[in-house]
C-alpha cells in the first residue's frame, strides 16, 4: 500500500462537535457540508473511530482522492474556515460595460434635458444616446436601468 500520511488531521474535542453540528444540521451548504465530513473522516486523533486513507474516503463521499487531499491540506495549512468555506471571486466572471467615468457620463445624459418631443428620458433614448457619444458600442437596457437604480438616479 502507501507509506502513509505525512500530514495528519487531529481534531479537538470542540473542532469534531463543531464539524459534526455543521454536517448533520442541513442548513449550511452542501460543499460545506462536503468538507465537514471529509475532516471528520480524516481525523486520525483520539476522536477518530476509524483510520479512513483519502481512496476510500473519497469512495464513500463521491470525491476524487485528490480533492480529499486537498480539503486536508488546506485545514493543516489555513485552518478550518479556509477549509470549510469557498474562496471568494477576486474578479466577477464578466466585467462592467460601465465604469465610474462611464457612469458619470450617463448621470450627466440623464440630468440634462430630454430630446425634443419628450418629457422624460426613457431607458431606449438613454441606450441610444450612449452609443451615439462613442461611450459605449454595446449596452443592454437592463444595464443601464440597474446602473441607475445603484446611484438613485431619476431619469426626468
Same mark, same amino acid.
Given at each position: 500500500?502507501?507509506?502513509?500520511? #505525512?500530514?495528519?488531521?487531529?481534531?479537538? @474535542? /470542540? *473542532?469534531? *462537535?463543531?464539524?459534526?453540528?455543521?454536517?448533520?444540521?442541513?442548513?449550511?451548504?452542501?460543499?460545506?457540508?462536503?468538507? @465537514?465530513?471529509?475532516?471528520?473522516? %480524516?481525523?486520525?486523533? /483520539?476522536?477518530?473511530? *476509524?483510520?479512513?486513507?483519502?481512496?476510500?474516503?473519497?469512495? !464513500?463521499?463521491?470525491?476524487? =482522492?485528490?480533492?480529499? @487531499?486537498?480539503?486536508?491540506? %488546506?485545514?493543516?495549512?489555513?485552518?478550518?474556515?479556509? @477549509?470549510?468555506?469557498? $474562496?471568494?471571486?477576486?474578479?466577477?466572471?464578466?466585467? *462592467?460595460?460601465?465604469?465610474? /467615468?462611464?457612469?458619470?457620463?450617463?448621470?450627466?445624459?440623464?440630468? %440634462?434635458?430630454?430630446?425634443?418631443?419628450? #418629457? =422624460?428620458?426613457?431607458? $431606449?433614448?438613454?441606450?441610444? /444616446?450612449? $452609443? !451615439?457619444? %462613442?461611450?459605449? #458600442?454595446?449596452?443592454?437596457?437592463? #444595464?443601464?436601468?440597474?446602473?441607475?437604480?445603484?446611484?438613485?438616479?431619476?431619469?426626468?
Amino acid at each position: 500500500m502507501g507509506r502513509g500520511r #505525512t500530514n495528519k488531521i487531529r481534531l479537538s @474535542a /470542540e *473542532q469534531r *462537535q463543531h464539524l459534526e453540528a455543521l454536517s448533520r444540521n442541513g442548513h449550511a451548504p452542501v460543499k460545506k457540508i462536503l468538507h @465537514a465530513r471529509v475532516l471528520i473522516m %480524516s481525523d486520525e486523533g /483520539e476522536y477518530g473511530q *476509524q483510520r479512513w486513507n483519502d481512496q476510500q474516503i473519497g469512495a !464513500a463521499l463521491g470525491l476524487h =482522492r485528490n480533492s480529499v @487531499a486537498r480539503i486536508r491540506s %488546506s485545514f493543516l495549512e489555513q485552518g478550518e474556515q479556509a @477549509a470549510l468555506n469557498r $474562496k471568494p471571486r477576486q474578479t466577477p466572471p464578466v466585467p *462592467q460595460k460601465l465604469d465610474g /467615468e462611464k457612469q458619470a457620463h450617463l448621470i450627466a445624459i440623464c440630468c %440634462s434635458p430630454p430630446p425634443d418631443g419628450r #418629457t =422624460r428620458w426613457t431607458m $431606449k433614448l438613454l441606450v441610444d /444616446e450612449l $452609443k !451615439a457619444r %462613442s461611450i459605449v #458600442t454595446q449596452i443592454g437596457r437592463e #444595464t443601464v436601468r440597474c446602473t441607475l437604480k445603484k446611484t438613485n438616479c431619476a431619469r426626468g
